[in-house]
């Protein structure tokens, strides 16, 4: 199945766009745009190169993907982008290319990327996220899988957003934020454990009392990170979401968010 592509589109010649997509009025595609299979973009849709971009994915109008890094210390190298599947781009989404040559910025799949959300150069952003409008990356961050990035917060770069944690609308994150917690203000603190988050994807009642009982430690008790650490691994069982909480908190370079 060809692509569908308006008359009134550009594509550069070295693009390869997969079947099946659908390319609006008004869009330009760069060269070295690799477009996976059954790729919707709108109009006026921004895809450039070197990127390249799974199947499936949403463009709405607006959105510039793939563009060179805002980074100023960037003097013309190759960089690039890789995309997964099943995204969603709404209208006016930036996604930036990496720095250093041969940098790749990196998007996993099934992501909802709100309107105006930012993500820049060199992040690598997980699975199943969603980042909420104005939700904004500076360089280097990391966010994992179903995370989710409230309403104009904005990300100190090289911070790190764990799995499954949630930033409140307007937050300031200038650390790294541990996987289930939910981080909110300016400063941003965490303010508890993502109960709501914990129950929608299905965890069991005791791995959420375990991750319960974890918070507690961490960020209700008078013991410091590392002795709540070690009271995690002695009084805890030994379990794959305490095993990820436990090995994010104890690798942090920026230190985490109290």
Not at 26 to 55: F, M, N, T
Not at 150 to 166: D, E, K, P, S
Not at 175 to 198: E, F, H, T
């Amino acid at each position: 199945m060809s692509a569908k592509i308006h008359p009134t589109a550009v594509i550069d010649p070295s693009a390869q766009i997969g079947d099946g997509c659908e390319v609006g009025p008004y869009c330009v595609i760069g060269a070295d745009v690799d477009l996976g299979a059954e790729c919707w973009l709108q109009q006026h849709v921004s895809l450039s190169g070197p990127s390249k971009i799974g199947r499936g994915n949403q463009f709405y109008a607006f959105s510039s993907i793939g563009q060179r890094t805002q980074d100023l210390k960037y003097a013309g190298e190759p960089t690039y982008l890789a995309v997964g599947d099943g995204n969603t781009f709404r209208e006016f989404v930036t996604v930036h290319r990496g720095t250093a040559p041969g940098s790749i910025t990196r998007l996993g799949s099934g992501g909802n990327f709100l309107a105006y959300a930012h993500i820049a150069h060199d992040c690598v952003v997980g699975d199943h996220v969603i980042f909420s409008n104005n939700g904004t990356l500076a360089g280097h961050v990391e966010v994992g899988d179903h995370a989710i990035i409230g309403g104009l917060t904005a990300i100190h770069q090289f911070c790190r957003i764990g799995a499954y944690a949630l930033t409140g609308g307007c937050s300031k994150i200038v650390q790294d934020v541990p996987p289930y917690m939910i981080a909110d203000g300016n400063p941003a603190k965490v303010r508890s454990y993502n109960k709501v988050g914990l129950e929608r994807h299905g965890f069991s009642d005791e791995a959420q009392r375990q991750i319960k009982e974890a918070y507690r430690l961490i960020y209700r008790s008078a013991l410091n990170l590392q002795q709540a650490v070690e009271q995690i691994r002695a009084d805890l069982p030994e379990t794959p979401e305490l095993t990820r909480l436990v090995a994010f908190v104890t690798s942090s370079p920026r230190g985490i968010i109290k």
